[in-house]
C-alpha cells in the first residue's frame, strides 16, 4: 500500500527554527509536495520537489531524499502566524497525489 | 490570474436532504478539477476528479456525485446526506502541467444533523 508518515504535532517557540519530517512508501515517485492550512481555511501551496535537494523560498525550504523516501521542510524565524498545519502530498506512478494526514505546528511566544 | 470559488461558504443540512456543491474557477481554460474531503484533524480524501467536461473519476465509493457541465465548473451532489458526510469539502483545479500544482478554494464546512 501507499503510505505517508508524518508526525502528527509539533510545538516551536516565536523566532526559532523548525524541520517538519515526511516519510513515504509509495509506488513510484514523481514529486513531493508541500501545503499550508490554517485552521479553518483551504491548504495553500509552499513548495514542489522533484529532484534531490534543498529548494529555498524565503523562511521556507523544502529538502527531497528520493533513495530514502524523506523530505523536511524547514522554517526559519517562526512567527505566530506560521501556526497552522503542514501537508505533505506525494506523486506516484499514476500522477495521482497521495495526501499525509498533516502535521499541526503549534508556535509559543 | 486564476481564481477558484465555492459556495456556499458553510451549510447545515438534516440527515436524508440533498446537497449540491459548486466551484467555478476562472482566468483559465480546461483545467483538471478535483473534489475532496476533509474530516475534522484529518487528511485529504480525493472523492472525484475531472479532466474534461463530463469526464469524471471517482476514487471512493459512495453516496456523492460530481458533474461537470461547463469547462471551469465543477458540482458535488447527492440525493440523500448521511451523518458521516459531515467535514470540510475542497475544490482545487491545476493546469496539468510538469508539476500540476493544485490550488485550492475557499472550501464548504457541511454539517449534517
Known amino acids: 500500500g501507499q503510505n505517508i508518515d508524518q508526525p502528527t504535532e509539533m510545538t516551536a517557540t516565536e523566532g526559532a527554527i523548525v524541520q517538519i519530517n515526511c516519510t513515504y512508501q509509495t509506488s513510484g515517485f514523481n514529486g513531493l509536495f508541500w501545503y499550508q492550512q490554517h485552521a479553518g481555511e483551504a491548504p495553500t501551496f509552499l513548495s514542489y520537489?522533484?529532484l534531490d535537494g534543498l529548494e529555498e523560498k524565503g523562511r521556507f525550504s523544502s529538502f527531497l531524499s528520493r533513495s530514502k523516501g524523506y523530505s523536511y521542510l524547514l522554517l526559519k524565524e517562526l512567527q505566530m502566524k506560521d501556526s497552522a498545519s503542514y501537508l505533505c502530498?506525494?506523486?506516484?506512478?499514476?500522477?495521482?497525489?497521495?495526501w499525509g494526514a498533516g502535521t499541526k505546528l503549534i508556535i509559543k511566544p | 490570474s486564476q481564481t477558484i470559488h465555492q459556495w456556499p461558504a458553510t451549510l447545515v443540512q438534516p440527515v436524508g436532504s440533498p446537497l449540491s456543491l459548486e466551484c467555478t474557477v476562472e482566468g483559465t481554460s480546461n483545467p483538471n478539477l478535483y473534489w475532496y474531503r476533509q474530516a475534522a484533524g484529518r487528511g485529504l480524501q480525493l472523492l472525484f476528479y475531472?479532466?474534461?467536461?463530463?469526464?469524471i473519476s471517482s476514487e471512493v465509493p459512495q453516496n456523492l456525485s460530481a458533474s461537470r457541465p461547463q469547462d471551469r465548473q465543477f458540482i458535488l451532489s447527492s440525493k440523500k446526506l448521511l451523518l458521516s458526510d459531515s467535514g470540510f469539502y475542497l475544490c482545487?483545479?491545476?493546469?496539468?502541467?510538469?508539476?500540476?500544482?493544485?490550488?485550492f478554494g475557499p472550501g464548504t464546512r457541511l454539517t449534517v444533523l
Open positions: 502530498a506525494v506523486v506516484d506512478s499514476n500522477y495521482q497525489l497521495i
Open positions: 475531472s479532466v474534461g467536461i463530463g469526464q
Open positions: 520537489n522533484v
Open positions: 482545487a483545479w491545476s493546469s496539468g502541467g510538469d508539476t500540476d500544482t493544485q490550488y
